[in-house]
């Protein structure tokens, strides 16, 4: 196994990947992006995020190795108005038929190596309450689980519905 950067050329297999994760949350038609999005996006000159992907190699019928991409770790940088400089960790996605060999513990312990790197205060990332495989996880590597914690979003919708039906009533 090896871990390593994300190239243009490994967004295919990351997009599969998100869309992996994305069955495995039961949200198989939440996936809007494209290949062409994440190229652009993520290696403009102002990336947006970046990815660390594991590959191994894989024997062929032909006794050639091939080399394949079974898991990604998804992240940018944000920025906290109490600790300043922090990572999201978006995505932490393995194959499903690869989860067990120690990939997911690779690619977490990539993520922290470049949070000390970076010199960032916090990683921050979020966790389905009803993985716990997942939760037990993050807490034996000595993460906290925010349990008083609840995520806010506001999707495209809600925004369209903001921008047109509440914005005058604030």
Do not use: C
Not at 26 to 54: M, N, S, W
């Amino acid at each position: 196994m090896n871990i390593r950067v994300g190239q243009k050329e490994d967004m295919k297999a990351v997009l599969s990947l998100i869309q992996e994760l994305a069955d495995f949350e039961k949200e198989p038609d939440a996936v809007k992006i494209t290949v062409d999005d994440l190229i652009r996006d993520g290696f403009g000159t102002q990336p947006l995020f970046h990815v660390f992907v594991a590959e191994v190699e894989l024997e062929t019928n032909n006794n050639q190795d091939t080399k394949e991409i079974v898991g990604i770790a998804f992240y940018y940088y944000r920025y906290s108005t109490w600790k300043g400089k922090t990572i999201h960790l978006e995505d932490l996605v393995v194959k499903s038929n690869m989860r067990g060999k120690g990939i997911g513990y690779a690619l977490y312990t990539e993520i922290i190596k470049q949070a000390k790197k970076d010199k960032v205060k916090r990683i921050d990332w979020n966790v389905l309450d009803w993985n716990t495989a997942a939760i037990d996880f993050y807490e034996k590597t000595g993460a906290k689980v925010l349990k008083e914690w609840h995520v806010a979003q506001m999707d495209e919708a809600g925004i369209d519905d903001f921008i047109k039906n509440r914005l005058k009533q604030y």
